[in-house]
């Protein structure tokens, strides 16, 4: 299967948000009427189907494609690509680390045993589930009708809607406000969508999102440092070049004349 295989695959991207949102957007509330120390393994599972409805729907509109085992495992472990994609990778997962490090609001005392649990946890039951609907089969989706940064930054809205139900009902409200939660879900999808261009691996953008996840709970920062934010914003900034740089090459490549 080749790198282009995104252009023969057919996309339903509102069938795609129709449906994640209505899952999980009932689960939420369902979950909301039950009682956990009752009801617990019920309440795991639609837990566990709340989040992972993403997954779930990219799944079923991707069915017909499943049972070939070139499209499944470029899927997953996206395309080869030069060594240098892969150490920008790695560069971004140390330093999303560092940033919450240097800045921390206390010392946890989280030892790896804690984090690497906690990160497994999230990386099978929590938001790295995600991923493969969001830049899995939304973005490749929607990158059939707009350009990169604009189909990130429609992934990184949608996413943060279909997180309204955690701010408003009471059981499972979040912390925190939904403008900064809207920045930061943008900037982290502009992360995430560097990461799934430079190497087309869901797997890399799914172990990110635990990743960012496991770091936001087990070492916990404040997101108000000025130094916290530039960094950040920095990380984003330098997305946005490499989603840019792709989207130029791209540009360049459909102006080349047909053979």
Not at 12 to 27: E, R
Not at 120 to 132: C, D, K, P, R, S
Not at 179 to 188: A, D, M, N
Not at 234 to 247: E, M, V, Y
Request: charge should be positive.
């Amino acid at each position: 299967m080749s790198e282009n295989t995104n252009e023969i695959l057919q996309y339903k991207p509102i069938k795609f948000i129709v449906g994640v949102f209505a899952v999980t957007w009932a689960c939420a509330l369902l979950i909301t009427k039950i009682d956990y120390k009752t009801y617990g393994f019920l309440f795991t599972v639609i837990d566990f189907i709340e989040s992972a409805s993403p997954l779930i729907f990219a799944l079923i509109l991707l069915r017909r494609y499943l049972l070939q085992k070139s499209f499944l495992f470029h899927y997953i472990l996206g395309v080869q690509r030069p060594l240098i994609s892969y150490v920008i990778v790695f560069i971004l997962f140390v330093a999303q680390y560092l940033n919450f490090y240097l800045f921390r609001t206390e010392e946890t005392g989280v030892t790896m045993q804690v984090f690497s649990v906690a990160f497994i946890g999230q990386l099978l039951l929590g938001g790295g589930l995600e991923e493969a609907g969001w830049r899995g089969y939304l973005f490749p989706a929607l990158r059939r009708k707009f350009p990169i940064l604009l189909a990130s930054l429609f992934v990184s809205l949608i996413w943060v809607v279909w997180h309204l139900p955690y701010f408003f009902l009471p059981s499972i409200q979040m912390g925190g406000n939904i403008i900064s939660y809207t920045i930061i879900g943008v900037v982290t999808g502009f992360i995430l969508t560097a990461i799934y261009l430079l190497t087309k691996s869901i797997l890399l953008c799914t172990l990110f999102h635990s990743w960012q996840n496991t770091i936001v709970m087990m070492v916990p920062a404040n997101m108000q440092n000025p130094g916290f934010l530039v960094t950040f914003l920095l990380l984003g900034i330098i997305s946005i070049i490499i989603c840019q740089s792709f989207q130029r090459k791209e540009n360049k490549d459909s102006n080349l004349p047909t053979p």
